[in-house]
């Protein structure tokens, strides 16, 4: 570790149109076909777009429609407070943590550490260096959780990136105790079958559970075959982390066959991902609930014994969806914000051409009680702005915004920046503020944008892949009584009870 110290019963849903999906793979003009969720997975950041989509591009920007390259626009209710730069020497930005006044920013090569402690003024605390990729990260108390999902020569912060094929390959949970700061210090790893894409801490007085999504990519990880169909329950004693590990591997989609009971994708399910694992979870501890986003389906599942999660009901979108990427509850626990990463977050769906409904959150009821319990389709939330054909764009990760009977939320699109919407009426969602940037390119697709937009304690934090950490303040009549409400620390794939 380099320490620079320097200042998450079937049934489906409806929709309109054919769902197409993928990764960098094909020219701007059309939606690529398989998607590989997250940019930066593979090599490529950059790729030539078509002669067409160039003009389009520059013609939309030209007519006013689109902002100019890295021009900042924002709706008249957001403030752009800050901007700390990305580290020239890192890789893509990626999620966000936070406790009491410091920021936790994962990239590609480790981790930052802000103080937040003036949100006009944010300091560098600490700079990890721990490559592998995308070092989710979350916090509880004085451990720091980190997911690599690269394949790695060792458990090190000193590895080097190896075929996945290599029988020494490491990927899986690195911990590390952060009780000072400015000098995080490593104290354990533990090994996680197909690694560890993203993670949800359910934490307990003693114990930190940990719930390690990962999925399969490709056919060349050999400890990650189909059916890889559950999730890697890590404890975490919390005056012994050197002791974490593996405690369970819940089947979350039983089923006969050699891809489990997951959606089989295509050739049965065109342009829908195959399930074979989950992409994120997020829980609600108080209500011993969570919600799984799992590539080809979305599910509701109970943890009241947390080695042990059950699944309630499990849905699919064969029209609409094609990566079930995350989750978001709202504050009742009776509604679930669904994203989907169609493109995997490095294409461009934010425009005419793909239209409103993919590449969009998908808003469900919860119905019933209990085990009963079901989600039910309400509508899609699009950013209502249309991107250039050089922008990656799609819903990605959000978080709630706390107002007592309502259910909004601020949410990361990439280069669609960061919008605040509301979804209290499941079946008319609509968006009351915005901030984003311009292309980052006219020529190129270019990857950026934010990654995570989260609210904490009266601001909006936005970890942007190339631009580096933004603070947004937000002064709306319809968001201003969340500012009461305050946080000793925010994961946000673990939701608190926020009026608890």
């Known amino acids: 570790m380099t320490l620079l110290n320097r200042p998450r019963t079937r049934h489906r849903a409806t929709g309109v149109g054919a769902v197409v999906a993928g990764l960098l793979t094909a020219l701007l003009t059309a939606v690529p076909a398989a998607a590989t969720p997250d940019p930066g997975d593979g090599p490529a950041t950059q790729q030539e777009v078509s002669?067409?989509?160039?003009?389009?591009?520059?013609?939309a920007i030209a007519d006013?429609?689109?902002?100019?390259?890295?021009?900042?626009?924002?709706?008249?209710?957001?403030?752009?407070?800050?901007?700390?730069?990305?580290?020239?020497?890192?890789?893509?930005?990626?999620?966000?943590?936070?406790?009491?006044?410091?920021?936790?920013?994962?990239?590609?090569?480790?981790?930052?550490i802000f103080?937040?402690?003036?949100?006009?003024?944010?300091?560098?605390?600490?700079?990890?260096?721990?490559?592998?990729?995308?070092?989710?990260?979350?916090?509880?108390?004085?451990?720091?959780?980190?997911?690599?999902?690269?394949?790695?020569?060792?458990?090190?912060?000193?590895?080097?990136?190896?075929?996945?094929?290599?029988?020494?390959?490491?990927?899986?949970?690195?911990?590390?105790?952060?009780?000072?700061?400015?000098?995080?210090?490593?104290?354990?790893?533990?090994?996680?079958?197909?690694?560890?894409?993203?993670?949800s801490l359910v934490p307990e007085?003693?114990?930190?559970?940990?719930?390690?999504?990962?999925?399969?990519?490709?056919?060349?990880?050999?400890?990650?075959?189909?059916?890889?169909?559950g999730i890697s329950v890590i404890k975490v004693p919390r005056n012994a982390p050197e002791k974490a590990a593996v405690v369970?591997?819940?089947?979350?989609?039983?089923?006969?066959?050699?891809?489990?009971?997951?959606?089989?994708?295509?050739?049965?399910?065109?342009?829908?991902?195959?399930?074979?694992?989950?992409?994120?979870?997020?829980?609600?501890?108080?209500?011993?609930?969570?919600?799984?986003?799992?590539?080809?389906d979305g599910i509701l599942f109970s943890i009241k014994d947390p080695e042990h999660p059950k699944v309630i009901d499990q849905v699919e979108d064969n029209v609409n969806f094609a990566f079930w990427h995350s989750a978001t509850f709202n504050q009742k626990a009776n509604k679930v914000v669904f994203t989907d990463e169609l493109g995997g977050g490095g294409a461009a769906t934010c425009n005419a051409t793909v239209g409103p409904d993919r590449g969009a959150d998908g808003i469900y009821d919860i119905v019933g009680k209990g085990d009963r319990r079901k989600l039910v389709f309400r509508a899609y939330y699009k950013i209502p702005r249309h991107q250039a054909d050089t922008e990656n764009c799609v819903a990605h990760n959000g978080s709630l915004i706390p107002v007592k009977g309502k259910d909004i939320m601020v949410q990361a699109w990439y280069q669609g920046g960061v919008s605040v919407w509301d979804f209290t009426d499941s079946t008319a969602p609509k968006e009351i503020a915005y901030f984003e940037r311009g292309p980052l390119s006219t020529t190129t697709l270019s990857i950026g944008g934010s990654w995570s937009a989260y609210y904490y304690n009266g601001y909006i934090y936005s970890n942007d892949i190339a631009k580096g950490f933004d603070v947004l303040k937000l002064s709306d009549r319809r968001t201003d009584p969340a500012k009461r409400v305050r946080l000793r620390e925010l994961n946000v794939q673990t939701q608190p009870d926020y009026f608890d």
């Open 248 to 296: 369970s591997f819940p089947v979350l989609f039983p089923g006969e066959g050699p891809d489990g009971g997951g959606n089989p994708g295509a050739p049965t399910n065109p342009g829908v991902s195959k399930t074979t694992g989950c992409h994120d979870i997020t829980v609600l501890p108080e209500q011993d609930l969570a919600a799984g986003a799992c590539m080809g």
């Open 205 to 229: 007085r003693r114990n930190v559970y940990i719930y390690v999504s990962s999925y399969s990519p490709s056919a060349t990880y050999p400890d990650c075959q189909p059916p890889h169909d």
């Open 64 to 112: 006013g429609g689109i902002p100019g390259q890295d021009e900042i626009v924002h709706s008249t209710n957001i403030e752009h407070l800050a901007n700390v730069p990305k580290e020239a020497f890192t890789g893509l930005n990626s999620d966000l943590a936070f406790q009491g006044r410091y920021a936790f920013a994962g990239n590609y090569d480790g981790f930052r």
């Open 115 to 199: 103080d937040i402690g003036n949100p006009k003024a944010p300091k560098t605390v600490a700079q990890v260096l721990c490559p592998g990729s995308q070092n989710d990260v979350s916090v509880s108390g004085d451990l720091l959780f980190l997911s690599t999902d690269s394949s790695r020569s060792d458990s090190s912060c000193n590895s080097t990136t190896q075929p996945a094929t290599e029988k020494s390959s490491w990927e899986g949970m690195k911990i590390f105790d952060i009780s000072d700061k400015a000098n995080p210090k490593y104290v354990a790893a533990v090994e996680t079958a197909c690694g560890s894409h993203t993670h």
């Open 51 to 59: 002669a067409g989509a160039e003009a389009r591009a520059a013609r």
